[in-house]
């Protein structure tokens, strides 16, 4: 079975369609840090209500715990997404309530409205399916046809992303589609050289994306705090830098896998080390085998990529046909330690091909640190969800729109 998209689901002039998106964005009480997933869902929407469709928006944000929250509430996104349309959106302060049926009820064609916080009742996440049944039928009961473009939550068996679309005609969203275009490109079709830049602070989270990709790649560049086990499979000393110990013999294996298929793995030469995990904190440059022999001994802390392992990963970046970026490189949030970051995102933008930032803290990253989302082939929406694809596994929120 292939994808089925809106155009699937016939004429829909007057029809109510759900739309799950995700607007899981940041905020800083009611102002939203980061909109890139409301100017996401935008061309889906537009689409939508071109079409005279009455469109009820659905989305989570954070982690209420299964009751409302003030601090999660939507309406904040809701408030953006109707600047973004330059069109009345409306709000429901209920998600399966009262408030939100009449909403529905008083929906003309064309106009759209926001359902607050799915996560605000605990049938979204439960681990019990007849509960998620229960509380997708709930929402079945306002469309007519379900639309799913929450790219960021396919890897979820949720109400909203699984059985609502088992319940009503369900099609897949604008960013859904494109999405795994470039994910296929990047799995299936990759021009050449194609090098995977990962980042982030934990090795094991990255340890299936490493497998699935090992055969498929030419280079591979370690950064972030994972590197350090790295460096301990190489035999380092790393300090008091982040290390998973366990994974050490693991790491060992790829090494050794990446030597017999003749895939480049690339760790850093050299790194940032602190004194302590602050802004504030005293910093040298340090090779990569001398960690521990700075100042600061064995409680030194590596934070960033050195300055002469970031110019040549831009170096291996810009020499490339396809890059897929996963995870920043150092502490970006912090000043002294977002160089190597930066220097990374820089390179992406100038890729004479496909240049893909996967989600997540690199989406964060390269919007903290001034690069328009245009400078790049393709930001993803959803960090979690692009690494489980490129792992090879089967995300749910797909499957239940045909994709196979």
């Known amino acids: 079975m292939t994808l089925r998209t809106i155009e699937s689901l016939g004429p829909l002039a007057g029809r109510r369609v759900v739309v799950r998106c995700d607007l899981n964005v940041p905020l800083q009480g009611e102002v939203i840090t980061d909109d890139g997933r409301v100017r996401a869902s935008v061309p889906?929407?537009?689409?939508?209500?071109?079409g005279r469709a009455r469109v009820i928006v659905v989305s989570h944000l954070g982690r209420p715990e299964g009751a409302p929250d003030p601090k999660y509430s939507l309406a904040p996104v809701a408030s953006r997404l109707g600047e973004l349309l330059d069109a009345p959106v409306a709000f429901a302060t209920d998600t399966v309530g009262a408030d939100a049926a009449a909403k529905v009820a008083a929906l003309g064609d064309g106009e759209v409205l926001v359902l607050e916080n799915l996560r605000f009742n605990p049938g979204e996440t439960s681990k019990n399916e007849a509960e998620r049944t229960a509380f997708a039928g709930e929402l079945a009961g306002f469309a007519d046809a379900v639309v799913s473009d929450g790219f960021g939550v396919v890897h979820r068996k949720q109400a909203s992303v699984y059985e609502l679309e088992e319940l009503r005609p369900s099609a897949a969203g604008l960013l859904i589609a494109s999405e795994l275009d470039v994910l296929d490109r990047l799995t299936e079709s990759p021009e050449r050289p194609y090098t995977v830049v990962l980042g982030g602070s934990k090795v094991s989270d990255k340890l299936g994306v490493?497998?699935?990709?090992?055969?498929?790649?030419?280079?591979?560049?370690?950064?972030?705090?994972?590197?350090?086990?790295?460096?301990?499979?190489?035999?380092?000393?790393?300090?008091?830098?982040?290390?998973?110990?366990?994974?050490?013999?693991?790491?060992?294996?790829?090494?050794?896998?990446?030597e017999e298929r003749g895939v480049s793995i690339v760790l850093p030469t050299d790194v940032v080390v602190a004194a302590s995990f602050s802004a504030d904190a005293e910093h040298v440059v340090a090779p990569a085998d001398a960690i521990e022999d700075t100042p600061f001994g064995t409680s030194g802390l590596g934070l960033d990529i050195g300055p002469a392992t970031a110019a040549a990963f831009a170096a291996r970046i810009r020499e490339s046909k396809t890059v897929f970026w996963n995870g920043p490189m150092g502490v970006f949030e912090l000043a002294p330690f977002a160089e190597g970051t930066r220097v990374v995102a820089e390179a992406l933008t100038e890729v004479d091909g496909l240049s893909v930032v996967g989600g997540g803290d690199s989406a964060a990253a390269v919007r903290q640190l001034g690069f328009p989302d245009k400078a790049f082939g393709h930001i993803s929406t959803g960090g979690g969800a692009s690494l489980e694809f490129l792992e090879g596994k089967k995300l749910p929120g797909l499957e239940v729109l045909g994709w196979q």
């Open 44 to 50: 889906t929407i537009r689409a939508l209500t071109g």
């Open 210 to 258: 490493i497998a699935h990709l090992l055969p498929r790649v030419d280079t591979l560049l370690i950064g972030g705090g994972m590197l350090f086990t790295f460096f301990a499979a190489r035999g380092h000393k790393v300090a008091s830098s982040l290390l998973e110990a366990d994974q050490i013999d693991t790491v060992k294996g790829y090494l050794a896998q990446a």
